[in-house]
C-alpha cells in the first residue's frame, strides 16, 4: 500500500481538447496516472472535457466527468466527489494552471483537498518567471540577463540596456504561446503586448537571447525521500530559438562531451531538489557550443511533451511511477515495469538512438507564417528508434505520411544556391530537407553552419545520408527497447528495426492480429483514432488473439508498451509493415482504425496477397473511389450530388458546364478535407486547378454539385448481414462546413421521424452492399426534400468514441470481435437504431488559432480545428453551454457585438442580429453591413476596417459574427477582421448557424441556471 494511508479518493484533473502545445501525450500520461492509483485501491475521480480520448472512457477511472475544466465546474464536483487528493501534473498547463486557481481561491482547503506529489509553492517557484529566477540565482545556476515585465515601458528600458535581439516568455502558458524573439522595436511591442495578454497573471520573462545556442533537455524524476535520477537526456538538433515542441530532437544527447553531459546531469539535479518537486519533472538548458557555459532555460514542474516521448524512448513510464511518487511511494519501492525484476529507483541506458520530428499543419494553412520560432506551430510528432543517427532520421522522415522517404524534397531539386542558402535562411519545417539539398549541390559544411548553428556532427551526419541515398541497405532486424542495455532481461516485447546482424525478437506460434496505427496527430486526423487502435488492441487480447501494434507516435496510449502484446515502433509504410508481416505471419491485419493512413496501405496489402480482416479491399476501394461509388449508388436507388472527376483544367471547366456552381472541389485520397474548396464561378475552378497538387489519372480532382441543407452523421457496425447504429449526430452548421469542424448534436434534433427511417434504411443498404464488416461511416445531407450521400468513409471516425461513451456501445471492439467471426446476434444491443438516450451531446470544435500566425480560421470544406469538447447533460441547452465554455469561450450576458457579413447572408442574418438586440447587445458593423442595418431599422454604429484593431480594444467588443466571401486571402477585409479576433481573444463565428446556437448559451448564463455536473455513467443507472 501507499505510504499516504489517508488516500481514499483522489481527483485527476485532464488536459480538455488537443490542441497545438498540448497534444496526445495528456492522454498517454492521464491514463497511466490514473491506472497507476486505480491499482493501488483507491477510487479515481476524473475530469476532461475531451471525449476523443482513452482516459474518458468509463473504465479507466472509477468516475469519469466529461466536463468543462474550469474554476466553477472543478469546485462542483470537488464538493459532490470530496476526494482527498487532487493530481494536477497529467494534464498538462491546462491542468497545472487550474490548480493554482483552486489552490489561490482557497477552495482546496474549503473541502480539505490535498494537492499531490509536486507542492502549490513548487509550481509557483518553477512557472512565476520572478521566483524562478530568483531561486536559480540562490542556487547558484545561471540564467539570462533578463527582467520579470508587466507593462510595455519595462521591456523598452530593459531593450535600451542591454539591445536586441531579446526573447520573451510569458508565465504559465503552453507552447510558447504569445512568446517569441524581437529583432527590433516593433517587434518588441508586438510581441510583448500580445505576451502580456497570454499569461494568465500578466507577467513575461525579457531575457537576453542565446538564439545559436545548443538546446538540451533532462528528463528528470523524484521522490519524496529525495532519490533523483535522470530517466533520459535530449539534444535539439535545432538550436535555441526553435521550440523544441517544433524542433527535431534526439536522445541520448549526441554532441555533448562527458564533462559536459555530467555538468547539466549535475544541475538538474540541484534545480529539481531545490524546486522540491515530487514526480516527473523537464529542465531546459541553453550550453554554449564553444564553452563550458550553459544557462537555465526553465523547468516544467510536470509531466510534458518531452516526458512522453522519454518514455517511449526508454521504456521508462514515468507519468506512472510520477502517479506512484504521488500517493507516497518512494522510487526504491517501485519496480521497472519493462524487466519486472529490477528497482525503477534506475537510470534507463539506451544502446540506440531515437530521434523525434514535429508533424506541422502547413498542408492546411497555406497563408501562414511558417518561420519555426519559440512559440510552437506543431499539431504532432513522430519517433523513430535505430541503431545510428541516419538511419533513426530516415525512419521519421519516413513516418511524417507524406510522399517523401529520404531526405530529398522534390519541390527543392532544381534550387539554385542563393535559392537554398534562401530557404535555410528562413528557418521553416522544411529546413532539413533545405540542408541537404545544399550539401547535395556542394554547399560548405561551413556555411551551412554559420548560417544554423546547428551542430557541425549533425550536418556530417546529413551528409552521410546524401552520400548513401541510393545504396541498398542490409536486412532489417529487430532490436528489443530494455531499458537497461540488455543487462536484464526484459518481460515486454517492445521492438525497433535496424539494420544489423542479430535479430532479437522471439515470434511465438499463437494466432495474431495486426492492427496498423494512425501515426502523428494532424488536422483531421487526431487522437479519435488512437481510441479506436487501442480498442481495437484489447478486442484482439479479449478474442483471444495476441495482438501486434504497429504506429510511430511517442505521444499516444497505443504505443504505451504494455498496451499491445507486441508493440512495434516502425514507419507505416508498406516495406515496413510487410516485413514484420512476414516475420509474424498474422491471421490478418486490421486496417479500419488508424484512419486514413491505414486505409491507404489496403491496396498494397491486397496486392501482397495479405488478409484484410473486416471489409474486403474491393469494397474499400469502391468506397474510396468516387466514380466507382457513384455507381454503386445509382445502382441501389441512392441519391448523392451529381458530380465528375476531372483529371485536368479542360476537363474540369466542361465538367462545371454540365453541374453549374456552386461545386465542391477536392483531390481523391486525402482526409480532413485537405485542399476541399466550394466554387461559385469559373475563376476560382482554374485557379483552383493550377494550384492542386499531383492532379493524374490515377489522382483526380472530385468535383460535386454544392448541396445547401443539414449534414447528418451516421457511425454504424455491420456483420454483412444486418447493422447496429449506436446513434445518429447531427450537424448545426449547414453543407459547406467540414464534418470536423462542425459543431455536432446527439440526438439530432429537427430530424422528422421519415427522415431518420430514411436515414437508417440507406445506411442498411449501402453498409451491406459494400460487404461492410466492423465499422462504417456514412455523411448524408437533406435539403428539405431528398437525402443525399456525401461520402462514405469504409473505417472508424472522429465520432466513434463520442458515441460509444455517450451510447455505452464500445463500438470498436464489437467491430473487432466481427472482423473476427461474430455476429450482432450475439450481443444483446439488436439492429438496426438504437433508441436514444436521456441525454444531450454537443460536440465543439477547438482551433488553435492564436498559434498558426496569418491562418485563416473560417469555417469551411477544409478541416481546421485541432480537437473537441463535448458538453452532455439532460438539458440540451445545458448541454451546448457546457460545449461552448469547454472549448474556452467565454459567454458573456449582454455586451457589443461586431458584424461583417456577405451579400447572401444578410437577410438570413437579420433575425439572429434582432435576437442580440434584444439581449442587450450593442452593435457595431462593416460599412455594407452597417448599412443594411440601419435600413432594417437595426441601430448600429460604423466601425472602420482601418481602426478595426484599436476599436475593437477600445469599445470592448465581445463577440464578431463574419461571413466570408472567399478566405484565405490576407489582402482581403474579411480576413483582416478574422485576424483581429483572432489577436485579441474574442469569440468569432464565421457562419450563421454557429452565432445563433451561441444565443442559447447566452439564454442561460443570463438565467442563472443551477448546473449539474455528472458522472457519466449516472446517466445510464436506470
Not at 136 to 144: L, N
Not at 571 to 598: A, H, R, W
Not at 935 to 962: F, H, P, R, T, W
Request: proline content about 4%; glycine content about 8%.
Amino acid at each position: 500500500m501507499p505510504l499516504n494511508k489517508d488516500l481514499k479518493k483522489v481527483m485527476i484533473i485532464g488536459s480538455g481538447p488537443i490542441i497545438i502545445g498540448q497534444a496526445a501525450e495528456f492522454d498517454y500520461s492521464g491514463t497511466q496516472a490514473c491506472r497507476a492509483i486505480k491499482e493501488e485501491g483507491i477510487e479515481t475521480i476524473l475530469v476532461n472535457s475531451n471525449p476523443a480520448t482513452i482516459m474518458t472512457d468509463s473504465d479507466v477511472a472509477d468516475k469519469v466527468y466529461i466536463e468543462p475544466i474550469n474554476l466553477e465546474s472543478i469546485e462542483k464536483i470537488i464538493q459532490k466527489e470530496r476526494p482527498d487528493g487532487i493530481l494536477a501534473g497529467f494534464g498538462g498547463q491546462t491542468a497545472l494552471n487550474l490548480a493554482m486557481k483552486l489552490y489561490d481561491a482557497k477552495i482546496l482547503e474549503k473541502y480539505n483537498v490535498k494537492l499531490l506529489g509536486t507542492s502549490s509553492e513548487t509550481i509557483k517557484k518553477a512557472e512565476d518567471r520572478e521566483k524562478f529566477k530568483e531561486l536559480m540565482e540562490s542556487i547558484g545556476e545561471p540564467v539570462a540577463n533578463s527582467i520579470i515585465a508587466q507593462s510595455i515601458n519595462e521591456c523598452v528600458e530593459f531593450v535600451k540596456e542591454n539591445g536586441y535581439p531579446v526573447i520573451i516568455r510569458p508565465a504559465y502558458t503552453l507552447g510558447g504561446t504569445g512568446g517569441g524573439i524581437a529583432n527590433n522595436y516593433e517587434e518588441l511591442i508586438r510581441i510583448c503586448t500580445n505576451g502580456i495578454k497570454s499569461s494568465p497573471i500578466g507577467q513575461i520573462l525579457l531575457e537576453q537571447s542565446v538564439a545559436g545556442w545548443k538546446e538540451i533537455e533532462y528528463e528528470v524524476i523524484r521522490d519524496g525521500k529525495d532519490n533523483c535520477i535522470i530517466v533520459c537526456n535530449m539534444e535539439n538538433l535545432d538550436p535555441v530559438g526553435v521550440h523544441t515542441g517544433d524542433s527535431i530532437v534526439v536522445a541520448p544527447s549526441q554532441t555533448l562531451r562527458d564533462k559536459e553531459y555530467q555538468m547539466l546531469r549535475s544541475s538538474s539535479i540541484n534545480i529539481v531538489r531545490n524546486l522540491n518537486v515530487q514526480g516527473g519533472c523537464n529542465v531546459q538548458f541553453a550550453l554554449d557550443p564553444h564553452s563550458n557555459r550553459y544557462i537555465v532555460i526553465e523547468v516544467n514542474p510536470r509531466v510534458s511533451r518531452s516526458s512522453a516521448l522519454a518514455s517511449k524512448a526508454t521504456g521508462y513510464p514515468i507519468a506512472k511511477i510520477s502517479a506512484k511518487i504521488a500517493l507516497g511511494y518512494s522510487l526504491d519501492e517501485l519496480r521497472n515495469s519493462v524487466t519486472r525484476n529490477s528497482s525503477a529507483c534506475f537510470e534507463p541506458t539506451l544502446d540506440y538512438v531515437v530521434l523525434k520530428i514535429p508533424k506541422f499543419p502547413f498542408d492546411k494553412f497555406t497563408t501562414s507564417e511558417k518561420r519555426l520560432g519559440t512559440q510552437m506551430k506543431a499539431t504532432g510528432e513522430v519517433m523513430a528508434i535505430s541503431r545510428s543517427f541516419e538511419d533513426a532520421l530516415l525512419k521519421a522522415v519516413r513516418s511524417l505520411d507524406t510522399e517523401i522517404n529520404n531526405l530529398e524534397n522534390k519541390t527543392m531539386i532544381n534550387m539554385k544556391k542563393e535559392e537554398i542558402i534562401a530557404k535555410i535562411k528562413a528557418c521553416d519545417h522544411e529546413r532539413i530537407f533545405a540542408i541537404a539539398h545544399a550539401i547535395r549541390i556542394g554547399i560548405d559544411i561551413d556555411e551551412i553552419y554559420n548560417i544554423t548553428k546547428i551542430d557541425k556532427w549533425f550536418l556530417y551526419k546529413i551528409k552521410n545520408i546524401v552520400s548513401k541515398e541510393n545504396n541498398k541497405n542490409k536486412s532489417l532486424v529487430y532490436k528489443m527497447v530494455d531499458t537497461c542495455g540488455g543487462e536484464f532481461d526484459a518481460k515486454t516485447p517492445y521492438y525497433y528495426s535496424c539494420y544489423d546482424e542479430e535479430d532479437e525478437n522471439e515470434i511465438s506460434n499463437n494466432e495474431k492480429i495486426i492492427i496498423l496505427g494512425s501515426g502523428p496527430i494532424k488536422i483531421g486526423q487526431g487522437i479519435e483514432f488512437d481510441y479506436c487502435c487501442v480498442h481495437g488492441v484489447l478486442g484482439s487480447k479479449e478474442a483471444g488473439y495476441e495482438a501486434i501494434m504497429i504506429n510511430n507516435n511517442p505521444e499516444t496510449v497505443s504505443t504505451d508498451f504494455d498496451i499491445a502484446d507486441k508493440l512495434y515502433f516502425e514507419p507505416l509504410q508498406i516495406d515496413y509493415v510487410m516485413d514484420i508481416i512476414n516475420k509474424e505471419k498474422p491471421k490478418g491485419v486490421i486496417v479500419q482504425f488508424g484512419g486514413q493512413t491505414s486505409i491507404n496501405l489496403a491496396k498494397k496489402l491486397h496486392e501482397n496477397k495479405v488478409s484484410i480482416l473486416g471489409t474486403p479491399f474491393e469494397y474499400i476501394d469502391l468506397a474510396e473511389d468516387r466514380d466507382k461509388f457513384g455507381k454503386f449508388l445509382e445502382s441501389i436507388n441512392i441519391k448523392a450530388p451529381k458530380g465528375d472527376i476531372a483529371s485536368d483544367t479542360n476537363e474540369a471547366i466542361n465538367i462545371s458546364k454540365k453541374l453549374g456552381y456552386p461545386l465542391v472541389v477536392r483531390p481523391s485520397y486525402v482526409i480532413g478535407g485537405r485542399a476541399m474548396q466550394v466554387v461559385y464561378d469559373e475563376e476560382s475552378l482554374i485557379s483552383y486547378m493550377r494550384q492542386a497538387v499531383n492532379i493524374s489519372k490515377d489522382h483526380p480532382v472530385l468535383i460535386d454539385k454544392y448541396i445547401r441543407g443539414i449534414e447528418i452523421e451516421v457511425d454504424a457496425i455491420c456483420d454483412g448481414d444486418d447493422i447496429l447504429i449506436p446513434g445518429i449526430m447531427e450537424h448545426v452548421e449547414r453543407t459547406g462546413v467540414h464534418s470536423g469542424d462542425s459543431i455536432s448534436l446527439y440526438p439530432p434534433v429537427s430530424l422528422s421521424d421519415d427522415v431518420i427511417d430514411t436515414l437508417v434504411e440507406y445506411t442498411k443498404k449501402i453498409s451491406i452492399g459494400l460487404k461492410t464488416v466492423g465499422l462504417i461511416n456514412i455523411q448524408y445531407v437533406y435539403d428539405g426534400e431528398n437525402i443525399y450521400v456525401i461520402e462514405v468513409n469504409p473505417r472508424a471516425s472522429r465520432t466513434v468514441p463520442i458515441l460509444s461513451k455517450v451510447t455505452q456501445v464500445p463500438m470498436v471492439k464489437i467491430a473487432t470481435n466481427l472482423m473476427l467471426g461474430k455476429k450482432l446476434s450475439d450481443y444483446t444491443y439488436g439492429t438496426g437504431l438504437m433508441k436514444d438516450k436521456n441525454l444531450h451531446a454537443v460536440k465543439v470544435p477547438v482551433f488553435s488559432s492564436e498559434k498558426i500566425v496569418g491562418a485563416d480560421m473560417h469555417l469551411g470544406p477544409e478541416m481546421k480545428s485541432t480537437g473537441e469538447v463535448l458538453g452532455i447533460d439532460k438539458e440540451l441547452d445545458i448541454a451546448i453551454y457546457k460545449g461552448f465554455v469547454g472549448a474556452n469561450l467565454t459567454v458573456p450576458k449582454s455586451g457589443s457585438l461586431y458584424i461583417s457579413l456577405r451579400d447572401v447572408d444578410k437577410d438570413e442574418g437579420l433575425l439572429v442580429i434582432k435576437n442580440y438586440v434584444d439581449l442587450g447587445f450593442k452593435i457595431y458593423g462593416s460599412r455594407g453591413t452597417y448599412e443594411f442595418l440601419m435600413k432594417n431599422n437595426i441601430d448600429c454604429e460604423i466601425i472602420e476596417l482601418k481602426n478595426l484593431s484599436n476599436q475593437i480594444a477600445s469599445k470592448g467588443i465581445d463577440i464578431i459574427i463574419n461571413t466570408p466571401t472567399k478566405g484565405n486571402i490576407p489582402q482581403r477585409e474579411g480576413f483582416k477582421i478574422r485576424k483581429s479576433a483572432i489577436e485579441h481573444k474574442i469569440p468569432i463565428f464565421t457562419s450563421l448557424d454557429t452565432a445563433r446556437l451561441f444565443l442559447k448559451a447566452i439564454y442561460l448564463k443570463r438565467k442563472d441556471v443551477e448546473i449539474d455536473y455528472t458522472d457519466i455513467k449516472e446517466y445510464f443507472i436506470s
